[in-house]
Structures are given as C-alpha cells and as structure tokens.
C-alpha cells in the first residue's frame, strides 16, 4: 500500500483500537498482568517501527 | 459477563460525568455550527441578499480590490453561494504574520459597514478551540473527551442490557427511573448518530492525536504534502502587468467542475506579470472535503495547472468522514436532522449527568452529612446545562445591544457569553440547587425570549417584517430562539414544581416518591 494511504488506514483505525483497548482496560481482572501484555506488544511494534527507520523505510 | 457489565458500568458512569460537562458545550455549539452561516446572517443584518452570480460576484470583488487595495501582495475571495450572501475579501499587505484586512462586500460589489461580530463561527470554533486557553491545549482536552466519549458510548450499550426494550417503556415522573429513561431513550433514538460524530469528530483531528503512523512512514511533513498538495507558489516577476477578467476564470472553474463553482480564490501577485488566480472548488455537493484547487494565469486567464487530492483508498475515506461530520454538503432538511440530532445528544448528556445527581441523592438522603463532591456536581449541572444556554442567548442578545461603534466589539459579544455563564455559575453557588435550577433555567428562557424582540427594536428586519418580506433566516432564527424561550421556560416551571413538591413532602417527614425505588429499579 502506498505510504500515505497507509498512514490514513492507520489513522483511522487507531480510534478503534483505543476504544477497544480502553474497555478491555477496565473490565480485565488483573490489571498487572494488562500492563505486562500492553508493554510487551508496544516494545514489539516499536522495534519493528525502529527497525523500519533504520532501514530507511520512510519517505 | 456480569463482571464486564458492572466494570463497563462504573466506566461509563465515571467517564460520564468528569467529561459529561465538557461534551455538553461541544455538543451544544457544534450544533448550533450546522446553522453557523445562517446565525451570521442574522448577526450581520445590515448584509441584504443582493441576487449575484459566482463570476459577477467575483468581478465585483477583484474591481473593490482594485480600488482599495492595489499594492497588495495577495488578495483573497470567499465567493457569495446558497447559505452566504456576503463576498468576504481580506488582503495582506505586508509579510505573513501581519494582519489581514477584511472587508464584506453585499452581492452587488459594494462594501457593507456590517457590524462587527464572530457570529456563528465562533460558536463553530469553540467547540473544538474552546475559549481563553491555547487551542492546542484546548483540542487535545476535547480530543480526550471525544476519546473516552466514544468509548462511553459503546460500554453504555453494554451496561444497559435494557436499552432497547427500555426505549418502549418511558415513565414521567417518577424521578431517577425518569431521568435514566429519558437518558437512555435519548442515546438510543440517535444512537447511530452518536458513533458517527464521535468517531468523525476524532477524525478531523486525526493527525494531531495520532501522528504515529504518518511520523513512521514520512520525515517531517511528508505526509500533509502528500495529503494535502498546494499548488506551486511563484515569485512575483516586478513587472506591472493587467489583469484578464476573473469571472470568466470562475466560469470556467465552474465547466471544468461540472457546473460546481469555486468557493474561494486566492489571488497572488495582483497586477504583477506573474499574477496567479487559485480557484478552490466548493464543497457544495461533495461529502468529501478535499477540493481540487485549479489555478490561472492571472494575466492571460488561462489555466496553468489543477492540484486534485488523493481521491481514493483510505484518504478519500478520512476525507468522506470529516465531510460527514461537518455535514456542508447538506440539503436543508438533512442539516435540520443534523441539528436535532445533536439536540438529542444535549439531552443525553445533561439527563445524564442530573441522573447521576438524582441516584446520588437518593443513597446520601439518609445520610445528613454534606458531601462536598456531590455539592460540587450539583452546581456544575446547573452551571453547565442552564448557564451556557443563558450565556448562548446573552451571545445573541449582546448581538443586537451592543453599541455599534463600540471598540472590539465583536469580542464584547464573546465576553457577554461568559459573563453571563459565570454569572449563573456565582447564582448557582450561592442558592440552594432545588432553587438555582427554575431560577436560572427561568433566566435563560427570558433571555432568550428577549432576543427577537431586541431585533425588532434595533433593527428593520424584526419577525414581522422578516415574515412580510419571506426572509426564512431571520424567520427561523427569532422562532428558533422563542421556541428556546419556551422549552427553558417549561424546564423552569417543571423543575421549580419539582422543588416545591419535594419541600412539602419533606415538611410532612416523607420521602418524596422520586426518591423511592421504582418497581423497574428494584427488579
């Protein structure tokens, strides 16, 4: 997908994913153990971002 | 499941009520945003609707320009169309960063010495700017409650497992049951409508909230050049050179767009031999909000280029859902379908936020103590529901009252709002709520029945006359504001009926029915 297009889906559906992350966030049982999963999956993307980064895979 | 529920209704509640009051104002003026340009035309009463076509009008406008501002380095034209019957021209003299000069010029070319007013755009800016804090600041706050408010949405349709079937089954006057029927009645007849603004509203600011995928993929600025292409800028060549007729370009703007004109050109170099005319094509007919820009020779007339933006894919997505929300490509019936439905997301919101006071009510009644965060709620419905309606009559009323010739008039209009909203708010203090509440919503009501009658007295376009001459504006917006007059007077007579039969209930050492649990709740 082109760049820009690619950006605006992404964009879009970020709302979407807050909303669902924000309401998983209150009904979990256990609150560490959210925090441990959203720590986890935000480290994975960010090194597959850097790693893009570096690769210059931005315009 | 219950957990969910329970968890889903502790979030909605709380949400609810720390955001409540600031999507209450959004709500509020963003509603009142679907008439902004017909509320300008009635704070502009000295602007007549003169008949002008786009290229008449646009002739008109470059030969004032001429006139008055022929040193100019750029000038720009907001053309005259269905809702706008004023030509807006503003030049800059100078280098960017120095103000603009606008004047406002009637269909038939000639300056209007309209007085000065924000008219309807503020109330369109406020409810994302807000007022007296930086608009980055105050975007990111809205941006927050607009977050949690779509996120309020979805886990009340979890929370109330009745919410459909409850929608059949309205009660009156039986207090919190009442006021949860009503809060719910209201969120499921537009509830689609509800989702819609929410999420379209999160949209038009997208990019300031979530920059991440476009900072991932583009170095800096990348992603609005590719988003948002602006023609080419030119240098001016120092040459004097004469202009090609500018209503001719406009019509050909018009063929070239199928029959749809410009809604504003943006003239660089006027008068120089690298003179560009940039026509934006009106978003008159379009859902989406990214127009083509087609650009001339401002010399020859001919056209020297057209920058379309991205018109497919998800682009052409985010651009459908700003469209969406700001709702300019609707017909009359569709924008007051926009405008009621944003009244019933008022409603939703302020019974919800009195519902959370009346259930509070009712578990502190035994209690005898004052509790300082309920006190403090209390207050702020009052402040919040009855004072910004007092204050958006006082806005109008200012509107008409204020001394034409008064310095900065138009932000004198902006402070009577507040003024007033704050005066509420110290009314709302210092009485006791059963009695702030018909007081203040009795204010709003006088206020707003006030405003027709002040536009009788200090202008010539009053009700009488707007209906002798078939002005529907100025027809529908003195109606509009005595129908205000009217709903706010009702609410005042119902609340303060409320608080009388309450007293003498409690002087009789009963608990008042609209305290007790209904069979619906206990079940």
Not at chain 2, 58 to 70: C, D, G, K, M, T
Not at chain 2, 485 to 507: C, D, E, F
Request: aromatic share 12%; net charge positive; glycine share 10%.
């Amino acid at each position: 997908m082109d760049p820009g297009q690619a950006s605006a889906a992404a964009n879009l559906l970020s709302f979407l994913l807050f909303a669902v992350l924000a309401l998983v966030a209150f009904s979990v049982q256990s609150v560490g153990r959210l925090w441990l999963i959203l720590l986890a999956s935000g480290t994975l993307m960010a090194l597959v971002v850097w790693t893009s980064i570096l690769s210059e895979g931005r315009v | 499941m219950k957990t969910l529920r329970r968890a889903m209704a502790e979030f909605h509640t709380w949400t609810g009520l720390l955001l409540g009051w600031l999507m209450f104002a959004m709500f509020t003026t963003g509603t009142s945003a679907y008439f902004l340009h017909e509320i300008t035309r009635w704070m502009e009463p000295e602007v007549v609707d003169v008949a002008s076509s786009p290229s008449d009008a646009a002739n008109r406008a470059v030969a004032y320009l001429e006139r008055n501002a022929p040193q100019a380095a750029s000038w720009f034209i907001t053309l005259p169309d269905e809702r706008r019957v004023r030509t807006e021209v503003r030049w800059r003299s100078g280098e960017r960063g120095v103000p603009q000069e606008v004047r406002v010029l009637d269909g038939g070319g000639e300056e209007v010495g309209a007085r000065e007013t924000k008219g309807g755009y503020f109330l369109y800016r406020f409810h994302f700017d807000l007022h007296f804090i930086p608009a980055l600041w105050a975007r990111f706050l809205v941006g927050i409650a607009a977050m949690f408010m779509l996120v309020s949405l979805i886990s009340g349709v979890l929370t109330h497992r009745a919410i459909f079937t409850r929608f059949f089954s309205l009660s009156w006057g039986k207090g919190v049951t009442s006021w949860f029927d009503a809060h719910n009645m209201t969120a499921v007849f537009a509830l689609p409508f509800f989702l819609m603004i929410t999420y379209t509203g999160l949209v038009t600011l997208a990019y300031l909230y979530m920059p991440f995928g476009g900072m991932a993929n583009f170095t800096d600025g990348g992603y609005f050049a590719l988003a948002y292409p602006r023609p080419p800028t030119t240098e001016a060549a120092g040459e004097a050179a004469s202009m090609a007729e500018i209503g001719a370009m406009v019509s050909d703007a018009q063929a070239i767009w199928g029959g749809v004109p410009p809604e504003t050109l943006d003239i660089r170099h006027p008068g120089d031999r690298n003179a560009v005319v940039h026509a934006r094509r009106s978003r008159a007919g379009s859902i989406g909000t990214r127009m083509p820009t087609l650009s001339f020779s401002g010399v020859t007339g001919e056209p020297v280029g057209e920058v379309v933006r991205p018109y497919h894919g998800p682009l052409q997505a985010e651009s459908v859902l700003v469209g969406l929300h700001a709702g300019r490509f609707a017909s009359v019936g569709l924008r007051w379908l926009y405008f009621l439905s944003g009244v019933l997301g008022m409603a939703m919101i302020g019974t919800g936020l009195v519902q959370w006071t009346a259930r509070r009510r009712r578990r502190l009644a035994s209690d005898g103590r004052r509790h300082v965060g309920f006190w403090i709620v209390e207050r702020l419905n009052v402040v919040t529901i009855a004072g910004l309606g007092a204050g958006l009559g006082g806005y109008f009323l200012a509107n008409r009252l204020l001394p034409l010739e008064l310095p900065k008039r138009a932000e004198w209009e902006v402070h009577s709002l507040f003024i007033v909203w704050a005066a509420v708010g110290v009314w709302a203090l210092v009485r006791p709520a059963r009695r702030a509440w018909p007081e203040t919503l009795a204010l709003a009501s006088a206020i707003y029945a006030a405003v027709p009658v002040a536009n009788a007295f200090t202008t010539d376009r009053g009700l009488a006359s707007s209906l002798a001459s078939g002005d529907g504006v100025f027809v529908a917006f003195d109606v509009m504001m005595l129908l205000l007059g009217g709903a706010y007077g009702v609410a005042a007579l119902v609340s303060s009926r409320s608080a009388r039969s309450k007293v003498s209930i409690r002087a009789r050492g009963q608990r008042p029915a609209a305290e007790l649990p209904s069979a619906a709740e206990a079940s």
